[in-house]
């Protein structure tokens, strides 16, 4: 009896390797990641975008990264129309010992936005907030670093939910009077693990009590909560795995925010194999363009509003810096990708049901490129804008 259903588990796991097998050949793609500049991008259709507002997500690191100054370098991308631009407040540059908080950088930005005349999207943080390496909790707040594979709950980190919700209150209280500011966004993919990097998680206890203070400091403007879509079947069986007892960010924010935020990367680099890359390429076929309807229904049907927070116009390869190769394009994210992500975003809008917002993200790329002599990012941006 025991050999028999050890038999029979070896063949049920190896027939579910199969069944596995054949959507993650059809879903990885061996490639050159440097690929010749070209001219494709500009005869490709573009969409029209109804009553979404087009925006993107300004980086401050990713500015220094590419040694970029972020004055000019907002100054460059806010003199294109956009309508709504998505910015950062940082735990740890905000408050950098105890008692202090300098919100000098982050006033400077808003004040440039509002000149130009868009809208913002501000994120609050506190723990986790976008742009690389996504965790911003200062060292003083956290006492020690957070174990690797735990919760991170308001009932065993007391103190760090004491410090996040006061930074909270203190921003909201601070920038609620500026009507540009037309929602907050409360943590960034909050309850999914912190990349590769970590394996810890905020509860979403956590994230509800900081969900509270917003609203009892705030209860006028909607808050935004973002999650990572899975687009091949490999990242989707991960996602579930790691989040499975509570929930991916997704589904946490469909359940407490008002506007539900996609990050949108059909895209990107897994592996360096010799000189090429394996990359996830599957967000475009069937069955996941079938899966990703029917979550974006699930969601709809919880009267919840849809957004892209972050919709992928940035290369995405194996390193943490996009390489920008002069004459080439990176595989993960050429011109027209950005122009083809946005297409394929905006067919799940509807005018019933609209996306409230698309945001690009790689902006501070873009400038990198056009400074760098190819201004072809820039110019696909430019005719989604302009023919949107």
Same mark, same amino acid.
């Given at each position: 009896?025991?050999?028999?259903?050890?038999?029979?588990?070896?063949?049920?796991?190896?027939?579910?390797?199969?069944?596995?097998?054949?959507?993650?050949?059809?879903?990885?793609?061996?490639?050159?990641?440097?690929?010749?500049?070209?001219?494709?991008?500009?005869?490709?259709?573009?969409?029209?975008?109804?009553?979404?507002?087009?925006?993107?997500?300004?980086?401050?690191?990713?500015?220094?990264?590419?040694?970029?100054?972020?004055?000019?370098?907002?100054?460059?991308? *806010?003199?294109?129309?956009?309508?709504?631009?998505?910015?950062?407040?940082?735990?740890?540059?905000?408050?950098?010992?105890?008692?202090?908080?300098?919100?000098?950088?982050?006033?400077?930005?808003?004040?440039?936005?509002?000149?130009?005349?868009?809208?913002?999207?501000? +994120?609050?943080?506190?723990?986790?907030?976008? /742009?690389?390496?996504?965790?911003?909790?200062?060292?003083?707040?956290?006492?020690?670093? *957070?174990?690797?594979?735990? *919760?991170?709950?308001?009932?065993?980190?007391?103190?760090?939910?004491?410090?996040?919700?006061?930074?909270?209150?203190?921003?909201?209280?601070?920038?609620?009077?500026?009507?540009?500011?037309?929602?907050?966004?409360?943590?960034?993919?909050?309850?999914?693990?912190? /990349?590769?990097?970590?394996?810890?998680?905020?509860?979403?206890?956590?994230?509800?009590?900081?969900?509270?203070?917003?609203?009892?400091?705030?209860?006028?403007?909607?808050?935004?909560?973002? +999650?990572?879509?899975?687009?091949?079947?490999?990242?989707?069986?991960?996602?579930?795995?790691?989040?499975?007892?509570?929930?991916?960010?997704?589904?946490?924010?469909?359940?407490?925010?008002?506007?539900? +935020?996609?990050?949108?990367?059909?895209?990107? /680099?897994?592996?360096?194999?010799?000189?090429?890359?394996?990359?996830?390429?599957?967000?475009?076929?069937? %069955?996941?363009?079938?899966?990703?309807?029917?979550? *974006?229904?699930?969601?709809?049907?919880?009267?919840?509003?849809?957004?892209?927070?972050?919709?992928?116009?940035?290369? %995405?390869?194996?390193?943490?810096?996009?390489?920008?190769?002069?004459?080439?394009?990176?595989?993960?994210?050429?011109?027209?990708?950005?122009?083809?992500? $946005?297409?394929?975003?905006?067919?799940?809008?509807?005018?019933?049901?609209?996306? $409230?917002?698309?945001?690009? %993200?790689?902006?501070?790329?873009?400038?990198?490129?056009?400074?760098?002599?190819?201004?072809?990012?820039?110019?696909?941006?430019?005719?989604?804008?302009?023919?949107?």
């Amino acid at each position: 009896m025991r050999r028999s259903r050890a038999a029979q588990l070896a063949a049920g796991v190896a027939m579910a390797a199969g069944v596995l097998a054949v959507p993650l050949m059809l879903e990885t793609r061996l490639a050159k990641p440097e690929r010749e500049t070209d001219d494709s991008w500009q005869r490709l259709p573009i969409r029209p975008r109804g009553q979404t507002l087009l925006g993107f997500s300004f980086r401050p690191h990713q500015v220094k990264a590419f040694g970029l100054d972020a004055q000019a370098t907002l100054k460059a991308l *806010l003199a294109h129309p956009f309508d709504l631009v998505r910015l950062p407040a940082y735990w740890n540059q905000i408050e950098t010992e105890p008692g202090r908080f300098d919100t000098g950088d982050l006033d400077r930005q808003l004040e440039a936005v509002e000149r130009a005349g868009k809208q913002v999207i501000l +994120g609050l943080g506190a723990v986790k907030n976008f /742009g690389y390496p996504e965790f911003f909790a200062p060292d003083h707040q956290l006492g020690g670093p *957070l174990p690797e594979g735990s *919760l991170v709950r308001a009932s065993t980190h007391a103190a760090l939910l004491a410090g996040a919700t006061s930074f909270i209150r203190r921003l909201v209280e601070r920038y609620r009077d500026r009507t540009s500011i037309v929602a907050w966004q409360l943590e960034h993919e909050a309850v999914d693990p912190l /990349g590769v990097e970590h394996s810890w998680r905020l509860g979403v206890d956590f994230v509800q009590r900081e969900l509270d203070e917003i609203r009892e400091a705030d209860p006028s403007r909607p808050v935004m909560m973002n +999650g990572f879509l899975p687009t091949s079947s490999l990242v989707r069986l991960s996602q579930w795995w790691r989040t499975r007892d509570q929930g991916d960010s997704l589904e946490v924010a469909s359940r407490l925010a008002d506007i539900v +935020g996609i990050d949108y990367y059909p895209r990107h /680099g897994l592996l360096a194999v010799g000189k090429r890359t394996l990359y996830l390429d599957s967000g475009r076929l069937a %069955w996941q363009t079938a899966l990703t309807r029917n979550l *974006l229904g699930d969601i709809r049907r919880k009267g919840k509003r849809l957004m892209v927070s972050e919709g992928q116009a940035e290369p %995405w390869e194996v390193v943490t810096v996009p390489p920008s190769p002069e004459r080439h394009a990176m595989f993960s994210c050429r011109p027209g990708d950005a122009i083809r992500n $946005y297409n394929t975003a905006m067919e799940w809008s509807a005018p019933e049901a609209p996306l $409230y917002a698309y945001l690009f %993200w790689g902006a501070e790329y873009w400038v990198l490129r056009d400074r760098s002599g190819d201004p072809t990012y820039m110019q696909a941006i430019s005719r989604i804008l302009a023919e949107a």
